[in-house]
């Protein structure tokens, strides 16, 4: 890359990630420019008209030769943004989606609606902790335990709960096994992705952690376990779960979850776009 004002690099960033098929390529290229001049986004658009610094160019090149390689954007910066807040995250963790901000709107929601003051929540396959943390700052009433079979995870989620100040119960072990008791809430972002499809996915999912993934040959090979777990675990009323799918998977998980829950309210819940998004079951 030679000499060139900031906003001319944006554009030939973008024309680099744009011909291999990146898509976003625009945002992508103001982001990997802020993460190789630390720049925030003000002191970018400040300085469109200057000379791009030359000493930071060697270490923007290695930045879009990565992301050229399909190495996640979040990845690369090393962080992402959820429940209006911003995650550590690495290849240690899957990156959390906006989408999965529902369980988090679910739970809330559901301890107020049932005036639960101190609810006892459990966020199982935590990850990168995003879902337990922003639950736990934004009802810090509540008592909060994550567990994930990841002890790599769950460095990135103790990080995650420190700097944005969290209070989390964090345990390491298979679903619950590692908890105690009974719980008014449990939440859970699973794998559920089909063993073949996994392959044909998007290159820059294939590059998060497998095993936050794969679901096995019929998606609910982590589920199945997990609504085993969920029903000895929480409490027989005024309790709820609610758990993440793939909309593919959403009719064997229905089936399973209405013969395992006879006597709650069970039902699937879409999105803002109206697209398939968990499992709701719901002892009233």
């Known amino acids: 890359m030679t000499t060139k004002t900031v906003s001319t690099l944006i554009k030939a960033v973008t024309a680099q990630l744009s011909a291999v098929g990146i898509e976003d390529p625009s945002i992508n290229a103001r982001l990997l420019i802020r993460q190789a001049f630390r720049w925030s986004a003000t002191r970018q658009l400040s300085n469109l008209s200057k000379i791009a610094p030359t000493d930071q160019l060697p270490l923007l090149e290695s930045l879009v030769a990565r992301r050229i390689n399909r190495e996640p954007l979040s990845y690369i910066t090393g962080k992402t943004e959820f429940f ?165 998977i959403a009719d064997i998980v229905l089936k399973t979850t209405q013969a395992k829950f006879p006597y709650a309210e069970v039902s699937i819940l879409t999105d803002l776009a109206g697209l398939i998004r968990c499992i709701s079951i719901e002892n009233n």
Not at 133 to 156: G, H, K, N, Q, W
Not at 232 to 245: F, G, H, K, N, Q
């Open 84 to 248: 209006k807040r911003q995650f550590t995250v690495d290849e240690r963790v899957l990156i959390p989606r906006a989408e999965s901000e529902q369980l988090v709107v679910q739970a809330i929601g559901y301890a107020r609606k049932c005036g639960i003051e101190n609810p006892r929540i459990a966020d199982v396959g935590t990850g990168s902790g995003a879902i337990a943390i922003s639950i736990a700052l934004e009802m810090p009433s509540a008592e909060v335990f994550a567990t994930d079979i990841s002890s790599e995870a769950l460095e990135v989620a103790h990080m995650n709960a420190c700097k944005l100040g969290a209070e989390v119960k964090f345990a390491q072990g298979n679903l619950l096994a590692p908890l105690q008791g009974k719980f008014d809430i449990i939440v859970s972002n699973p794998p559920y992705i089909k063993s073949h499809v996994i392959k044909s996915l998007e290159a820059e999912i294939t590059r998060e952690p497998r095993i936050a993934l794969d679901g096995g040959p019929d998606g609910i090979k982590v589920i199945a376990p997990l609504l085993e777990e969920i029903e000895s675990m929480l409490r027989p009323s005024y309790s709820a779960a609610y758990v993440e799918i793939d909309p593919p």
